[in-house]
């Protein structure tokens, strides 16, 4: 039963199959606080249009996907309210209102906005991809989330949000909460360069069979000191002890210790890790099966989630309206 008055926004760009990084980074805490909160997520398909407006297929696919994903690390629709971010057109209305009070030079300086336009080879920035923390901010304000749990580079547009609804509270009338950020851990790619993502190719999916888990963890990158079974290894530059320290944690000590002394090496290692990782995706496959052979039953759950956001959003945006003075009439 939800007994806390906080409302936890939080969800997802539906440009493919979630991963592990994204089961430590924010799905298992979500599973945990829809216990005692008020929870909405939302499969972000119009924030996937700010890079794959050119794939329109694969957005409609994975929003499919990712409510798959969800049901299957044990998000319950009993308890959390699962919506289509496109279906509710008032968080585009809201996100016209919101962008009157952002420059664009303070979401050109966003560091995140940044380095993703780095990342992306992105000379000039379009205007959606420019405005996402501002459609972010949206979907936050539309049901007065004051929790939003996500990663770190998510800090810069959850104090965009910020700004925005105080700046219309002090302008029109108190309508919106001030949302808080609660950040999960992160969880390093395969390549051991950067944090796990989809984009970067060094990532687990949360559907990944237990071939699919062995096979990725063989070309998982590890110390490189380490050429010979007994050169004593650096545990922690290696994104395999990382896993260790996550999925297997009672035993990470004496990886730890086995590793420095180059007394066990790096095939068996990955074989323990990777075994770990199976067994923790295990009950994830078995609920992504119920649900794959229940796709109506998907569906209504899409559908009863989306309606009452829907009913939440209409209601929000009456309240804005009254304080801006333009509920001119009902029509
Ligand atoms: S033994 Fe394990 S922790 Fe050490 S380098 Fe190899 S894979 Fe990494």
Known sequence: MNTNQELIL????????????????SLRSRVELQET???????????????????????????????????????????????IQSMIPEIAELTVIFSM?????????????????????YTDLYYGFLGYPVSQAADIAFCKATLVPAGEDQIPHVETARKLVR???ELYAPVFPEPRILTGERLGGLDGIGKMSKSMGNAISLNATPDDVKAKL?????????????DPGHPDICPVYAYHQLFRSIYADDIHASCSQGKIGCTDCKQLAGGA??????PF??????????????????????????NTAKETMLEVREAMGIRYFDV
Do not use: C, W
Request: proline share 3%; net charge positive; glycine share 6%.
């Open 10 to 25: 939080t969800g997802d760009r539906t440009t493919g199959q979630l991963h592990l990084g994204h089961y430590v980074g």
């Open 37 to 83: 909160y008020k929870t909405y997520i939302l499969l972000a398909d119009v924030q996937a249009l700010t890079t794959h407006y050119d794939q329109p297929e694969l957005i409609a696919n994975s929003v499919h996907q990712v409510t798959l994903d969800y049901l299957a690390v044990g998000i319950d629709p009993n308890k959390t309210t699962l919506f």
């Open 101 to 121: 009070f952002v420059t664009v030079n303070t979401l050109r300086h966003n560091p995140t906005i940044k380095t993703e336009a780095r990342d992306r080879g």
């Open 167 to 169: 700046r219309f509270n």
């Open 218 to 230: 063989t070309k998982a990158k590890t110390d490189p000191a380490r050429i010979h079974r007994s």
């Open 277 to 282: 990782i199976n067994e923790l995706l295990e």
């Open 285 to 310: 496959r078995e609920r992504r099966n119920y649900y794959e052979q229940r796709e109506n039953e998907v569906k209504e759950m899409l559908i009863e989630g989306t309606r009452q956001a829907r």
